[in-house]
């Protein structure tokens, strides 16, 4: 799999899949996407690093362990379900502001919290275990 | 009611687990003034409730309630009426002079700060716990209380002893906790109610429900278990690990009355039967003699106390299962009576232990000198434990024996029972008070010294307290009484209680058979000791043997089963999960159902076909791939066009994850596969190959079959039709599936997401378990050549 295309070719198609990734979690809520998906799609990137350049150069560029996103993504979610306590409404239930921005229409919600949440938890925990699978023992 | 007293009522419940957020700070701080600092908080509690005396007085309760799960008709609300206020000034008042003490007692500890947090986590769960009105919120709290006693009894977590009793007393209060649950929600179901007001103010039926025996056993193995009553009495005196302050406020004082506050609090919705009788005055009667038996027995200051408070306890469950007004009005004035006696001697123990170096009574001798304030300490909460005139514990004494002398021949029997076991509670009384601090000097490990200013203060108003109260009767009639009474008994009750001395009752005659009997028995008390020791030996057997046979032979139990069924090979795992796959989807469907019909012939246009096609050829390169690697690729090739068809038939996000999860599945195969180091080949004799292929065979058409029968069946619109209708203007998405996972249906997916970090976690330390195996090995090997080479 090592060929010098892939070599090449890898770390952009990992960074468009990345955005991309970004792009499919963010218009989930009303196209085909959403966080399960582009959590997919964003551990899948990862994962093409990983056998493109070596899981060493992965972690250093992610800085943190991918499983601590799968652990904050968790409390995303959970926090995103608390914010609607103090409006006297049942935990998670979706509150929605929509705000006017030059003619486009920027809806901001809990629900997009919580979606953003689960896409932190797929890309952490799928992602942590391609790169440990990809690892050289020891190496993790 | 109105807005400020729900914010009081809810700061009160509050305010504990606040102030152990910060404690260890103010502990560092604050250094040794600590204690005083925190001690403000339970006093400004004890102060609130004393405040709310007028409120209820007449029988009226105090209600607040926050939603919690609406859902499930759960919330956090709490109610005060006579019985929770006299337990909240219990635990507030007694907590206070606990805090101060624990400030002296635990000084110079590296870990003080986290002890004040826990014993405040635990005050904050007992308010709780007798504030709950909604029986959800209740047993929340019951649990946390048995969490937070885990923690301080285990407080000195370096010793294998208080280990071992944290998690015996864990288990056991735990899994009463669990029986309770089970309790709460079968009478919830019974009732309708599901909050303690619900279920009082519609008393009555319950007892004739043919559930109310299951209700009763349930509810009663919970409060027995917690309150320590025989046989689930064993972890009590283990609990004497825990540091004196502790034993002194939850295993004495307070956390072991939340059996006697529950039994109590049901007393007007599960009481007033023959089966209610019988099971709370027998156990508490056996309870209430074992206790005094044992105590006696002891040596260790600590356990003597421990086994007393195991005896008041049972005393305590007796008088509830006796039901009658004077029996109630007995346990109340015996509940608070016992909490500052016992409280002060735990008290008075800790400081000769912490003055002298040693508990055991054997070994102490002429105090009296050095320890002068906690000598007469030790003797007013002696005065009121062997209940002698003017104490608060002789009234309590006369209103029980009131109580037992007015019916037939099985009151008597308990009367007996009460006066041998008030006798042998009253011997150890007197044995603490005055066998260390008179007679002859003895040595102890050092020198003795009096305790400091917050050493004693808790026990001498206590003490002070336990003492007085007896003269203060119109007081105690108009503000504990009555209220306390009229919550157990669910009606108003008036008390009557006087300080009086009147020869012709026969009740003063029982409180004088006690004292003759316990003042023997006190002469004789070596020679008692030594003969119950001699029976206790001559029997062999105790309950928290009992309980390690139970744990061990849980743990043998548990790792043969573990053994037959994981027993490491991957192969057979595989087999037995599709054989019982496929055994479920077909089994029903042959026996109950019939097979469903054939599909008719698709009209499929070519490209559908085209799709089809692929995926076939993908399966025959699966089964014909020289290599393992050739044939996971070749899955995936499968997963493609089955995602293609998802696409073609409309659903795109469906096609899109499967696309997703068909890329990953082959990576992670693959690097599976590379690291397993197994052959490229896949070598199968023909026997094996025809039993794998059987079992995917049966597995795969039976997936397919039911696919056919959910086709088969009407398609229910309903939710559908809903959710078209819906997700747009309410939930503001066009994306169904989304909206149903974000939105609608959120708190499935944050359970999921949940476990999938939870699994990530779990295979990044499987991974890591080998990797380390394999880095050790080398690492040794790299040993060896470095060592070779030098």
Not at chain 1, 32 to 54: E, K, N
Not at chain 2, 48 to 54: D, R
Not at chain 2, 216 to 226: R, Y
Not at chain 2, 282 to 309: E, H, I, N, P, S
Request: charged content about 10%.
């Amino acid at each position: 799999m090592n060929t010098v295309i892939f070599r090449t070719a890898a770390p952009a198609l990992a960074a468009l899949m990345l955005v991309f990734s970004v792009f499919v979690l963010l218009r989930g809520h009303n196209e085909p996407g959403g966080g399960f998906i582009g959590g997919l799609m964003g551990a899948s990137a990862l994962a093409i690093y990983g056998i493109a350049t070596g899981v060493r150069e992965t972690r250093k560029a992610i800085r943190v362990h991918p499983i601590t996103f799968a652990g904050l993504g968790v409390v995303l979610a959970a926090v995103s379900g608390f914010i609607s306590l103090p409006f006297e409404v049942p935990f998670l239930t979706g509150l929605w502001w929509i705000f006017d921005v030059d003619g486009s229409e920027i809806a901001l919600s809990t629900p997009l919290i919580f979606d953003i949440g689960v896409y932190a938890v797929v890309v952490g925990a799928v992602g942590a275990m391609a790169l440990a699978l990809e690892g050289d023992e020891g190496e993790d | 009611m109105t807005a400020n007293l729900e914010i009081v009522v809810a700061l009160i419940a509050l305010a504990p687990f606040l102030a152990a957020l910060i404690a260890p700070s103010i502990k560092v701080f604050a250094g040794g003034f600590a204690g005083w600092v925190l001690a403000i908080v339970p006093a400004a509690i004890f102060a609130t409730f004393l405040g709310f005396i007028p409120a209820i007085s007449d029988f009226s309760v105090i209600r607040v309630g926050l939603n919690w799960i609406p859902a499930y008709g759960i919330s956090f609300s709490f109610f005060v009426d006579g019985l929770s206020l006299v337990f909240g000034a219990m635990i507030s008042g007694i907590g206070t002079f606990i805090v101060i003490y624990s400030g002296a007692y635990l000084a110079g500890h590296p870990h003080q700060g986290r002890f004040f947090s826990y014993i405040l986590m635990f005050m904050g769960s007992m308010l709780g716990l007798v504030l709950a009105d909604n029986v959800f919120t209740l047993f929340v709290f019951w649990e946390l209380t048995s969490i937070t006693s885990f923690l301080l009894i285990g407080f000195d977590h370096s010793r294998q002893a208080a280990r071992r009793a944290a998690i015996q007393a864990l288990i056991v209060t735990g899994g009463g906790g669990l029986a309770l649950l089970a309790g709460l929600i079968t009478l919830t179901l019974i009732t309708g109610h599901n909050s303690l007001t619900g279920m009082l103010a519609t008393a009555g039926g319950v007892q004739e429900n043919p559930l109310y025996l299951v209700v009763l056993l349930l509810v009663v193995v919970g409060a027995f278990a917690k309150s320590a009553q025989v046989p689930l009495h064993f972890w009590l005196p283990n609990a004497m690990e825990a540091p004196t302050p502790v034993s002194a406020y939850l295993h004495s004082a307070t956390m072991v009355k939340a059996g006697v506050y529950l039994l109590a609090r049901m007393n007007p919705v599960l009481g007033g039967t023959d089966a209610w009788f019988w099971i709370l005055t027998l156990f508490g009667g056996a309870t209430l003699l074992l206790g005094g038996l044992m105590a006696v027995r002891q040596t260790d200051l600590k356990q003597m106390l421990a086994y007393t408070t195991l005896g008041s306890l049972g005393l305590l469950v007796l008088l509830i299962g006796f039901g009658t007004k004077e029996a109630i009005l007995g346990a109340i004035l015996y509940l608070c009576a016992h909490s500052l006696f016992k409280g002060a001697l735990f008290m008075v123990a800790g400081t000769i232990d912490h003055g002298t170096g040693t508990r055991d009574i054997t070994a102490l001798g002429g105090l009296r000198e050095n320890l002068p304030v906690t000598f007469i300490t030790a003797i007013l909460a002696a005065i009121s434990m062997a209940g002698f005139p003017i104490a608060m514990g002789f009234l309590a004494k006369e209103e029980m024996y009131l109580a037992l002398t007015q019916g037939s021949w099985p009151d008597l029997a308990f009367l007996a029972v009460l006066i041998i076991g008030n006798a042998l509670m009253m011997v150890v009384g007197l044995l603490i008070a005055f066998k260390p601090f008179l007679g002859p000097t003895v040595p102890t490990p050092h020198s003795p010294h009096e305790g400091t200013p917050s050493l004693l203060v808790g026990s001498i108003v206590l003490a002070v307290l336990g003492v007085c109260a007896g003269l203060a009767t119109d007081w105690i009639n108009t503000a504990v009484l009555n209220p306390t009474g009229g919550s157990i008994y669910n009606r108003a009750v008036n008390a009557q209680i006087h300080l009086a001395f009147d020869l012709g009752n026969p009740a003063v005659w029982a409180s004088v058979a006690t004292w003759i009997l316990g003042g023997l028995l006190f002469w004789k008390a070596d020679a008692v000791r030594n003969r119950l020791r001699r029976a206790g030996e001559a029997i062999g057997w105790t309950f928290d043997a009992g309980f390690d046979a139970l744990m061990f032979g849980l743990i043998r139990f548990a790792d043969r089963i573990t053994r037959l069924l994981h027993h490491g090979r991957l192969e057979w795992y595989l087999l037995l999960m599709f054989v019982c796959l496929a055994g479920i989807i077909y089994v029903p469907l042959l026996v109950v159902d019939s097979l469903p019909a054939l599909p008719a012939w698709p009209e499929l246009t070519f490209y559908e076909w085209g799709a089809i096609l692929i995926a076939a050829l993908g399966l025959l390169a699966v089964l014909t791939a020289k290599t393992r690697l050739t044939a996971i690729v070749a899955l995936g090739i499968q997963g493609f066009s089955v995602a293609v068809i998802f696409m073609l038939f409309g659903a795109p996000d469906l096609s899109f994850t499967q696309f997703m999860v068909e890329t990953l599945t082959v990576i992670i195969l693959a690097l599976v596969m590379t690291r397993l180091h197994l052959d490229d080949v896949d070598h199968r004799d023909l026997e094996t190959a025809v039993r794998d292929g059987a079992v995917a065979l049966a597995f795969g058409s039976g997936i397919a079959v039911l696919l056919l029968v959910v086709l088969q069946t009407d398609l229910d619109l309903t939710l559908t039709e809903f959710f078209r209708q819906t997700s747009t203007p309410i939930a503001h998405g066009r994306n169904i599936v989304n909206v149903i996972l974000v939105d609608y249906r959120a708190i499935d997916t944050l359970g999921e997401i949940s476990v999938v970090m939870a699994a990530g976690l779990a295979i990044l330390a499987l991974i890591k378990l080998r990797a380390d195996a394999k880095g050790k090995r080398r690492g040794r090997r790299r040993g060896a050549i470095k060592g070779s080479l030098q």
